[in-house]
């Protein structure tokens, strides 16, 4: 894409959907930790599933240590990895506690020091929570940064600093989730709804679908 499509192409985004929100259900800036964690590998809807059982008995660190590591895997058992996932929170929970007062760091290397917290969950975690212009590079973000000829790239952390520099500053704030929700419901895998994509004259994909 060139710079005069690309800026077309958000604004599509932006005119069907002006204030995109994560589908992750959340109430603290931990909870939101916490269910980006539990998301990987794993859908937004089973995660979903699970915090509504997990977080109205323990949604503070720690409460969540004082759950214990057999009740937390109890809760989110139905998740992919929930073991790994469970032992991770935990640990993340201890060092909230024990180094940051229980709270969520606002700078990405003290995240990234947190079990199960990659660059993807800090970018998450700044973006949402926090309101800094990141781009946390899933499968979908990944899908559609190629498929368009927006932000071309052979691993996430090209296509990451890729779309930072060519995203418009104006739409840079949300493009994490236009892009992600693109992905999911419109720019699927297996087959684009290209007949349905309101940015389809700005994409540069070849093989369009009428579908």
């Known amino acids: 894409m060139k710079p005069d499509q690309i800026d077309a192409f958000f604004a599509t985004l932006k005119a069907a959907n002006p204030h ?3 589908e992750l259900e959340y ?5 939101l930790l916490a ?3 539990l998301s990987a590998q794993a859908t937004d809807v089973r995660v979903n599933k699970a915090t509504r059982r997990l977080f109205p008995v323990a949604h503070t660190p720690q409460q969540i240590i004082d759950l214990g590591l057999d009740r937390l895997m109890g ?9 790994t996932k469970a032992a991770n929170l935990m640990k993340t ?15 990405r290397e003290a995240l990234e020091r947190l079990p199960g917290v990659g660059r993807k969950t800090a970018n998450v975690v700044l973006n949402v929570a926090f309101s800094e212009p990141t781009m946390a590079v899933d499968t979908h973000i ?12 052979k691993d996430v952390l090209t296509v990451e600093q890729k779309l930072l520099r060519r995203v418009p500053p104006d739409y840079l704030l949300h493009a994490h ?34 579908g």
């Open 27 to 31: 109430t603290s800036v931990f909870e």
């Open 75 to 83: 809760y989110i058992q139905t998740i992919g990895l929930y073991r």
């Open 177 to 210: 989730h236009w892009l992600i929700l693109h992905g999911r419901y419109v720019c699927q895998a297996r087959k684009p709804l290209c007949g349905s994509c309101q940015g389809r004259e700005y994409c540069g994909y070849k093989a369009k679908t009428d």
């Open 93 to 107: 929970c201890q060092i909230l506690v024990q180094e940051h007062g229980g709270q969520v760091p606002r700078t």
């Open 142 to 153: 990944f899908r559609v940064s190629n498929r368009t000829g927006l932000a071309p790239g």
């Open 35 to 37: 269910a980006v964690l």
């Open 20 to 22: 995109p929100v994560t």
